[in-house]
């Protein structure tokens, strides 16, 4: 992010209690060395991410290798639609960055357009976000019950980023729906990026399924 793009001001100290977090990642965004310092005892992923936020290209590699960093509170904040708001109204950068790691998909489009490290950013921190949501499934239920609809966005711009979606599938090993994800891209705008991601997705069921078979055989 743009340095300056980001700061947590006068008035917003109630977000220190309300949400540690997410409080110091906007005071580190706005400069604040003391607030990196923070997120870093705090936790590893709070650091690599706020880092790779602000623009740091090693600490993004590293966050994207890494793949168990733990963002929960981060992740509370982008579930709480009053924070969601206040983000959108205050930190319209930060809240397109979280909307792209919720798996929005006219984000995502945003983020690789305007600021490709961030969209990379986004998948990688996106596929932490979908293990958290599986690990605490009544949480995410009752999100998507209190989710708006998504306004529609142009066929190239889904088909575009139904690839990133289904390369974030992909880095979690969640081969089938990458395959939903690249054969709704193909559907909408048939590509070479698509066709190769949805082979490497089938390859990754395959070799699942075979090994899956290898250990029936080696039960029996």
């Known amino acids: 992010m743009n340095e300056g793009g980001v700061k947590a001001g006068p008035g917003e100290e109630w977000l220190r209690e309300d949400n540690p977090d997410l ?15 923070w997120l870093e005892r705090k936790s590893e992923g709070l650091g690599l991410f706020t880092r790779a936020a602000a623009g740091d290209r090693k600490a993004l590699a590293a966050f994207q290798s890494s793949p168990d960093l733990d963002l929960d509170g981060l992740f509370g904040a982008m ?34 357009r305007k600021k490709a490290g961030l ?7 996106g596929a932490l976000y979908q293990e958290h949501r599986r690990a605490n499934p009544d949480e995410a239920l009752a999100e998507e019950a209190a989710a708006p609809a998504s ?70």
């Open 119 to 125: 969209g990379k950013l986004a998948l990688a921190v």
């Open 23 to 37: 409080y110091y990642v906007l005071q580190a965004l706005a400069g604040d060395d003391e607030a990196f310092r």
């Open 151 to 220: 306004p529609d966005i142009p066929e190239d711009a889904a088909a575009d980023v139904g690839c990133l979606i289904g390369e974030m599938h992909l880095k979690q090993g969640d081969y089938a729906r990458a395959v939903e994800a690249f054969t709704r891209s193909l559907k909408t705008d048939p590509s070479a990026d698509a066709y190769e991601g949805r082979a490497r997705a089938y390859r990754g069921l395959a070799l699942l399924d075979e090994e899956k078979a290898r250990e029936l055989r080696g039960g029996a």
């Open 79 to 112: 579930d709480d639609p009053g924070l969601s708001q206040w983000l959108h109204d205050s930190h319209p950068e930060l809240h397109l960055l979280f909307e792209g790691i919720r798996g929005d998909e006219a984000a995502l489009r945003r983020l690789k």
